[in-house]
Each structure stands twice: as structure tokens, then as C-alpha cells.
């Protein structure tokens, strides 16, 4: 019976069968937000409801591990039980759990790709399905990109079965300040919550650059230049500023500014901010308005031109989640090399490979292989397993989730991936994937590769691309 059958999705999600201390259906996805009164959360009422699907003990040996911190273990084994991974080493207890001899084969930690659209932009791609930018004004961070993620996207078991086992979705980048993104386990769910990662903040979507002067410039308004994007930034955090300090001040309930409430939560600290921006130049100014109003940007997205600032972003610990290879297809994204991931790591900096693309997501292994590649080219040694941290800790700590995933440790979410090769192949590809300790993805069973309930009897059904 198929992982997607609704039947089986609804014993599960009602609590029937679960796995993994702390887990429960009433888990938040960040902190509370401070507010007066008897205003209700918002992360409360939108929270996660993901329940993880059952595993059974699983001891991989024999394998080469990356374990997506920079480490490498050669002829290893691995041992993950209730969820969790349970021992990593030269060799592991294998007693009572069910043992895959590896024969010379890779693992590693799940992929986490930072930046996707998946579920806001799903396949098909038709108008009807456009929910990623709500292009009626340069700031709307008062919308939130969950509330627009459609559970049955084909895409997510795509992204499976290349590895990904979790994703972080984001607004689109048309406006200034997007809306808030959010980080959900790669697992089918009957809602969007059944799929949020409990435990992982939210974050803001902020752009900056030819988007948002492209979008209202050319509706005659504001903003029409980069300047002007600065000035409604700027504008912007200094009314969020007024709304915290009134917030901290009230003796009673306050009238709720939704925009503001996310706002304000930036301020404090409690959500994380993901910043679409390509030039270096204004990368350092927004790092400039950051330090005025008291925020921190957690990463960089796209940095076409990170390579050129790569001290000042390792500085400052933000991250640069980037291409391997695009570049030129827009004037703000004429001067990329293929060497930006090697150069942003070699400085000391924190290199994440991202995808912003329903295909992309399916071959991060081998968009990391090709920046390693051309690193190599210019005398850059990069070893694989310090390269794999562009998909593992790397985009876990710009999240704020690395506690949990992005690294094969005891303790960590049992996100696994056994590879029929070494990842960085282009001849690879993953054979199993475990979420959470679960067997969801099997390449040589068609019974564990999941279907999403809309595509159930379509053509191409359950196709692994």
C-alpha cells in the first residue's frame, strides 16, 4: 500500500502510531510572541501537528559517512532507533535492529535545501497554483508562506527521492519584506501544518535590489529605485521599532498589526531573517540597516556577488546560500562565478547550495559537486565530506534547527540518506531515505516511494525524475 493513501495517513496523524520523544501534535515552531493582554499566539493557533511515521531499529555498516559537520568515517556503521540516531562509529550494538550491509556505499544526513517554493509554486505550474508572492504592496510580512504550501505538491516526493528530507519554504521575491517562511520535514501530510517542523522558527522573507523597483516602479510607485527600496526598508523597521516599544508599554490589550507583530518578533530575536539580495554592495547596506534598527540577517540569498565580501559575511556570521552556476540572467546577476561556494567557504564563511527550483531540488548533491568541482579548478582542495556541510550543518544553523538536523550525531532527528555512491557522482543517487528514523523513500520498492493524493492515477505517477 502506498505511503500517500489517505487511509493510512489519517491512522497515523491521529496518533496511532508514532516515534520519537517529543514529538507531539501541539508542538510550536518557535517562541510565543510577546503580547499583551489576552491576545492569543499565532504560532500557537498555526503550529505544527507533524507526527513522525514508525521506524524500526536500522544499523547501516560497511559505508563511507559524511556526517554533514565536515567528518568522514571510513568503513563506518551507523545505528538509529525511536527517531534518533542512537551511535556512529567505526562500528555499532547491533542487536534487535534490522541490518543493511552497505558493500562500500556513502551515507549521509538528509539534505536540507534552505531555499525552496515548493507547495507555493507546485507542479503543475498553472496560474492557479501561484501563491508564492502577494504582489499588492513592497511590504506584506504579515502573510505567511504555510498558509499558501499545498500538501500534495508531486514535488516534495521529487525532492525525496533526491535526498531532501527537509525544506524551508519561502515567499516569492517580489516585495521588500515578503512574508514569513517555514521549515517542513519532507513527509506528506493531510494539511501544511502536518508537515511543519516542530521546534524550527519562523523567518522573514526580505528582498532587495531589481525586484521590488521592477515590480512597483513600473506601476509608478514606490519603490522605483534602490534607493527607494532602502528608504521603505528603513521606514518600515522604524515603525516596527514604535510598535515594540508601545507593545512593551501597554497596560492591556493592544489593537493587533499583523504586519507589525512579525515585525516586532524580528526585533526580538525570535525570527530569523532570510534575505534575498545578489550585488555586494547592497548585501553591506543592508547589513548597515540591520546594525541601525537592531536585527541580525541570517543569510544572504542568491549572493551572486557573496565572493566579493566573503570576510565581511564571515564577520558578521551570516550565511550565503547560493547557485552553483547561475548567473547573467539578469543585470544584478551578471558578475557571478562558479567558484562563489568554494571561495565563501575557504574565507572561514558559512556555504550553503540552494536550489529555488522544483528541479533543482531534486539534484543538490550534484549542484554541490559542481561548485566543489570548480573550486578545485582554481586550487581550491576542498575535501567531499567538508563540502557536504553546504547541504548539512550549514543551512541547519541558518535556520536555527541545527540542534535537530543537518549532522549525523546521536541525538540529531534521524534524517538519513544510503547513496549507491559517492553523493558528489553524477552517477549517484540516493537508494533509501529515512525521515525521522521511517523508511519513506526505497528506489527498489514502488511501494516506498510516495505518491501525493493529487497525483494518484495521473500519467507518470510516482515518476522518480
Given at each position: 500500500m502506498r505511503l500517500s493513501l489517505v487511509g493510512a495517513m489519517a491512522l497515523l496523524l491521529a496518533g496511532c502510531a508514532t516515534t520519537g520523544a517529543g514529538q507531539g501534535a501541539t508542538a510550536s515552531t518557535g517562541p510565543a510572541p510577546t503580547l499583551p493582554g489576552s491576545l492569543p499566539s499565532?504560532?500557537?493557533?498555526?503550529?505544527?501537528?507533524?507526527?513522525?511515521?514508525?521506524?524500526?531499529?536500522?544499523?547501516?555498516?560497511?559505508?563511507?559517512?559524511?556526517?554533514?559537520?565536515?567528518?568522514?568515517?571510513?568503513?563506518?556503521?551507523?545505528?538509529?532507533?525511536?527517531?534518533?540516531?542512537?551511535a556512529i562509529g567505526q562500528s555499532v550494538d547491533e542487536a534487535g535492529a534490522t541490518v543493511i550491509d552497505g558493500a562500500g556505499r556513502h551515507v549521509t544526513p538528509g539534505i536540507i535545501d534552505i531555499h525552496s517554493h515548493l507547495g507555493d509554486y507546485p507542479s503543475p505550474g498553472v496560474p492557479a497554483h501561484s501563491d508564492g508572492n502577494e504582489v499588492t504592496g513592497p511590504v506584506r510580512p504579515e502573510v505567511w508562506a504555510i498558509h499558501s504550501v499545498w500538501?500534495?505538491?508531486?514535488?516534495?516526493?521529487?525532492a525525496l527521492a533526491g535526498g531532501v528530507t527537509v525544506l524551508h519554504v519561502l515567499p516569492g521575491s517580489a516585495n521588500l519584506f515578503g512574508g514569513r517562511g517555514a521549515t517542513l520535514k519532507n513527509v506528506y501530510g493531510r494539511t501544511a501544518q502536518d508537515m511543519l517542523m516542530p521546534g524550527a522558527p519562523w523567518s522573514l522573507k526580505m528582498a532587495c535590489g531589481e525586484n521590488p523597483k521592477r515590480v512597483y516602479g513600473t506601476r509608478n510607485q514606490m519603490p522605483g529605485t534602490r534607493m527607494g527600496n532602502v528608504a521603505m526598508m528603513r521606514q518600515t523597521w522604524a515603525n516596527a521599532r514604535d510598535y515594540q516599544q508601545r507593545l512593551k508599554q501597554a497596560k492591556g490589550p493592544m489593537k493587533r498589526d499583523l504586519q507589525m507583530e512579525t515585525l516586532a518578533q524580528v526585533l526580538d530575536g525570535d525570527i530569523l531573517v532570510q534575505n534575498h539580495c545578489y550585488r555586494a554592495d547592497e548585501m553591506a547596506n543592508v547589513i548597515a540597516m540591520s546594525k541601525e534598527f537592531g536585527y541580525k540577517v541570517t543569510?544572504?540569498?542568491?549572493?551572486?556577488?557573496?565572493?566579493?565580501?566573503?570576510?565581511?559575511?564571515?564577520?558578521?556570521?551570516?550565511?550565503?546560500?547560493l547557485w552553483a552556476d547561475w548567473w547573467g540572467f539578469k543585470m544584478e546577476s551578471y558578475d557571478g562565478i562558479q567558484e562563489n561556494l568554494p571561495f565563501?567557504?575557504?574565507?572561514?564563511?558559512?556555504?550553503?547550495?540552494?536550489?529555488?527550483?522544483?528541479?533543482?531540488?531534486?539534484?543538490?548533491?550534484?549542484?554541490?559537486?559542481?561548485?566543489?568541482?570548480?573550486?578545485?579548478?582554481?586550487?581550491?582542495?576542498?575535501?567531499?565530506?567538508?563540502?557536504?556541510?553546504?547541504?548539512?550543518?550549514?543551512?541547519?544553523?541558518?535556520l536555527g534547527i541545527a540542534d535537530k538536523v543537518g549532522s549525523l550525531e546521536p541525538g540529531k532527528q534521524a534524517d538519513v540518506v544510503l547513496w549507491n555512491g559517492n553523493p558528489l557522482s553524477v552517477y549517484s543517487r540516493p537508494e533509501k531515505v529515512w525521515v525521522d528514523g521511517a523508511l519513506l523513500y526505497d528506489t527498489d520498492d514502488p511501494a516506498r516511494r510516495p505518491v501525493s493524493d493529487f497525483e494518484l492515477g495521473q500519467p507518470g505517477e510516482g515518476d522518480r525524475k
Amino acid at each position: 500500500m502506498r505511503l500517500s493513501l489517505v487511509g493510512a495517513m489519517a491512522l497515523l496523524l491521529a496518533g496511532c502510531a508514532t516515534t520519537g520523544a517529543g514529538q507531539g501534535a501541539t508542538a510550536s515552531t518557535g517562541p510565543a510572541p510577546t503580547l499583551p493582554g489576552s491576545l492569543p499566539s499565532a504560532e500557537s493557533a498555526h503550529g505544527s501537528t507533524y507526527r513522525p511515521w514508525p521506524g524500526v531499529p536500522t544499523v547501516i555498516r560497511n559505508v563511507v559517512i559524511f556526517d554533514g559537520k565536515g567528518g568522514r568515517i571510513d568503513n563506518g556503521a551507523i545505528r538509529f532507533e525511536n527517531g534518533k540516531v542512537a551511535a556512529i562509529g567505526q562500528s555499532v550494538d547491533e542487536a534487535g535492529a534490522t541490518v543493511i550491509d552497505g558493500a562500500g556505499r556513502h551515507v549521509t544526513p538528509g539534505i536540507i535545501d534552505i531555499h525552496s517554493h515548493l507547495g507555493d509554486y507546485p507542479s503543475p505550474g498553472v496560474p492557479a497554483h501561484s501563491d508564492g508572492n502577494e504582489v499588492t504592496g513592497p511590504v506584506r510580512p504579515e502573510v505567511w508562506a504555510i498558509h499558501s504550501v499545498w500538501p500534495q505538491d508531486p514535488g516534495f516526493a521529487r525532492a525525496l527521492a533526491g535526498g531532501v528530507t527537509v525544506l524551508h519554504v519561502l515567499p516569492g521575491s517580489a516585495n521588500l519584506f515578503g512574508g514569513r517562511g517555514a521549515t517542513l520535514k519532507n513527509v506528506y501530510g493531510r494539511t501544511a501544518q502536518d508537515m511543519l517542523m516542530p521546534g524550527a522558527p519562523w523567518s522573514l522573507k526580505m528582498a532587495c535590489g531589481e525586484n521590488p523597483k521592477r515590480v512597483y516602479g513600473t506601476r509608478n510607485q514606490m519603490p522605483g529605485t534602490r534607493m527607494g527600496n532602502v528608504a521603505m526598508m528603513r521606514q518600515t523597521w522604524a515603525n516596527a521599532r514604535d510598535y515594540q516599544q508601545r507593545l512593551k508599554q501597554a497596560k492591556g490589550p493592544m489593537k493587533r498589526d499583523l504586519q507589525m507583530e512579525t515585525l516586532a518578533q524580528v526585533l526580538d530575536g525570535d525570527i530569523l531573517v532570510q534575505n534575498h539580495c545578489y550585488r555586494a554592495d547592497e548585501m553591506a547596506n543592508v547589513i548597515a540597516m540591520s546594525k541601525e534598527f537592531g536585527y541580525k540577517v541570517t543569510a544572504f540569498h542568491h549572493a551572486v556577488e557573496a565572493y566579493k565580501i566573503a570576510d565581511l559575511l564571515r564577520e558578521e556570521g551570516i550565511c550565503a546560500a547560493l547557485w552553483a552556476d547561475w548567473w547573467g540572467f539578469k543585470m544584478e546577476s551578471y558578475d557571478g562565478i562558479q567558484e562563489n561556494l568554494p571561495f565563501i567557504h575557504a574565507a572561514g564563511g558559512c556555504a550553503i547550495t540552494h536550489s529555488d527550483d522544483a528541479h533543482g531540488i531534486q539534484r543538490l548533491n550534484q549542484e554541490t559537486a559542481k561548485a566543489l568541482a570548480n573550486g578545485r579548478r582554481m586550487g581550491i582542495e576542498i575535501a567531499d565530506e567538508e563540502a557536504w556541510t553546504w547541504v548539512g550543518i550549514n543551512p541547519a544553523k541558518a535556520l536555527g534547527i541545527a540542534d535537530k538536523v543537518g549532522s549525523l550525531e546521536p541525538g540529531k532527528q534521524a534524517d538519513v540518506v544510503l547513496w549507491n555512491g559517492n553523493p558528489l557522482s553524477v552517477y549517484s543517487r540516493p537508494e533509501k531515505v529515512w525521515v525521522d528514523g521511517a523508511l519513506l523513500y526505497d528506489t527498489d520498492d514502488p511501494a516506498r516511494r510516495p505518491v501525493s493524493d493529487f497525483e494518484l492515477g495521473q500519467p507518470g505517477e510516482g515518476d522518480r525524475k
